[in-house]
């Protein structure tokens, strides 16, 4: 089954939402809260949530088909966090290795033979702050996001335009202690790119870059 961006966010907001009561309990025995202080670098599998379409931006009903962003993208990040007794905040660096791609289809009043949107090289600097509770961080996160962005046709060999789009991205997310230095990390975050440009396809046609990315991997910490 594949979950869409409402349900994704709905359950993480839910549990950042839950996370100052959880915070309330006691970690166990009086121990203190664990220490999140320190760097860490983490390797994660990314996909996309969302569609994406190319419309004439004077006209109403001018679009073509949505396609559902497709694709993975290996995200290695590198970050730091502080921690004030169960609150934290920090700042991560990540850089996206693979691609996304949406395939929108003929609409009513705009053809293609196999227009393709593809998104590369996507990389983020972000801020976060989060509450402990137990071995578990929950988080919020958000700041700059930038990709390389590409739209072709006839399935590719045709380009119609390219650039390097920044934007920014927000997120919930969390990570739980499976060791003394090993994390599981689980988030969700939105990215909005702006527009491409498409007037070498059709003139005053754009495609809005935005998506969501599910990511599931694992942090080491120091």
């Known amino acids: 089954m594949r979950y869409g961006p409402d349900f994704l ?7 950042a939402l ?5 915070a309330n309990e006691p970690v166990g025995h009086g121990d203190p809260a664990p220490d ?15 569609d994406n379409f190319w419309s004439v931006t004077t006209l109403a009903d001018h679009d073509l088909v949505p396609d559902r962003w497709d694709g993975e993208a290996a995200m290695l990040t590198l970050g730091h966090d ?3 007794g169960r609150l934290t905040f920090g700042a991560s660096l990540s850089v996206g ?10 609409g009513l009043y705009l053809t293609c033979v196999s227009c393709d949107t593809r998104v590369s090289k996507l990389v983020s600097l972000r801020g976060r702050a989060g509450i ?6 929950f988080f919020a996160s958000g ?3 930038r990709a390389h962005v590409e739209a072709t046709n006839v399935g590719g060999l045709v380009p119609v335009n390219h650039a390097k789009l ?15 230095t090993l994390t599981l990390a689980l988030s969700y975050d939105h990215v909005d790119l702006g527009a491409l440009d498409l007037s070498a396809y059709v003139p005053l046609t754009k495609t809005d870059i935005t998506f969501g990315l599910m990511q599931v991997g694992m942090n080491l910490r120091w």
Do not use: K
């Not at 290795?97 to 003929?106: E, F, K, Q, S, V």
């Not at 402990?132 to 961080?137: F, I, Q, R």
């Open 9 to 15: 966010s709905a359950a993480l907001l839910a549990l």
């Open 18 to 22: 839950c996370s100052p009561v959880l």
């Open 36 to 50: 999140w202080t320190g760097f860490y670098f983490g390797a994660a599998l990314a996909t996309p949530q969302g």
């Open 82 to 84: 502080w921690q004030r």
């Open 97 to 106: 290795h693979g691609a996304i791609t949406a395939t929108p289809a003929n």
């Open 132 to 137: 402990v509770s137990g071995e578990t961080l």
């Open 143 to 145: 700041g700059f996001a």
């Open 166 to 180: 920044s934007g920014w991205t927000a997120g919930l997310g969390m990570e739980h202690r499976i060791g003394d």
